[in-house]
């Protein structure tokens, strides 16, 4: 069971180890974003010691507010997630669908994916994402007057070849029970699609607004403890880290109240 470092945002990496460490979870997965620790191997591996906490997944910085962190080249940023999951000792690197603009790294990247986890042997979970709703940009009635007029719609892919990974197909995922409420997917089908190839777990929820909300497992309508039980009866041995939004806590009382809510509902429901 691992905590997100992006979890406690607008708090940094290192509360995030120091929650991780006060509350019991297993470990961290590295959000690598705009945060200087983040990008920082060496500082990770200091933190990861202090705190007897280790780091079991990276998060490729891949986000729109990530894309000129470790350079501007996306394939060579995965590739250094990959070299920074081997330095920390990390199992699994997360990465999203190349965007639609990242037309040559969309045209290598399976391939790419394939031969670096052949190298260093660790999985590359492809994660699921959302499309960009109107609602999102222009409220209900803005999204209802694009579907009048005939396009784009009330939703348009910004992933190639697709925001569901399964489309194109890898060997290794990740699924986000917060991705799938904004995508309107049913994230119960979607695990079946995954398969055994499901390798991580991002816990959270989300009651399919047309932005991205992170809830804490089981405040959404999403069927997250069926995922969990599920993916147990099915053999799944990767790692199931909480992923949630605690942007909105007032204190650090309120934000442990969240990260412990979210640990017991894993617990609960993986043990």
């Known amino acids: 069971m691992g905590l997100s470092t992006a979890s406690v945002y607008p708090e940094n990496v290192e509360a995030a180890f120091r929650y991780a460490a006060d509350l019991g979870y297993d470990g961290v997965e590295l959000m690598v974003w705009a945060e200087a620790v983040s990008q920082d191997v060496d500082a990770v591996a200091r933190l990861a010691k202090r705190f007897s906490v280790p780091v079991l997944a990276i998060h490729a910085p891949c986000l729109l507010i990530s894309q000129r962190v470790w350079g501007a080249d996306p394939a060579a940023k995965l590739t250094r997630s990959v070299r920074a999951a081997e330095r920390l000792g990390a199992t699994t690197v997360v990465v999203h669908p190349p965007f639609r603009w990242q037309r040559r790294y969309a045209d290598g990247f399976a391939d790419q994916v394939a031969e670096l986890e052949e190298r260093a042997s660790i999985p590359i979970a492809v994660e699921n994402m959302f499309p960009m709703r109107a609602d999102a940009i222009f409220g209900g009635r803005g999204a209802e007057r694009m579907r009048r007029r005939g396009g784009p719609g009330a939703a348009v892919s910004v992933f190639a070849p697709s925001y ?4 194109a197909g890898f060997a290794h995922y990740t699924l986000d029970l917060s991705h799938t409420a904004t995508a309107g997917t049913d994230a119960l089908a979607l695990a079946r699609r995954m398969g055994g190839r499901l390798a991580h777990l991002h816990l959270a929820d989300g ?7 992170h809830l804490v497992p089981g405040r ?3 069927p997250v403890a069926r995922v969990c039980r599920d993916a147990v009866a099915a053999g799944f041995a990767g790692h199931a880290v909480v992923e949630i939004d605690t942007q909105r806590a007032r204190t650090r009382a309120e934000r442990t109240a969240m990260l412990t809510e979210a640990l017991s509902f894993a617990r609960e429901n993986l043990s």
């Open 164 to 167: 569901d990974p399964t489309d």
């Open 207 to 213: 009651n399919g607004a047309p932005s991205d909300e």
């Open 220 to 222: 959404g309508d999403q």
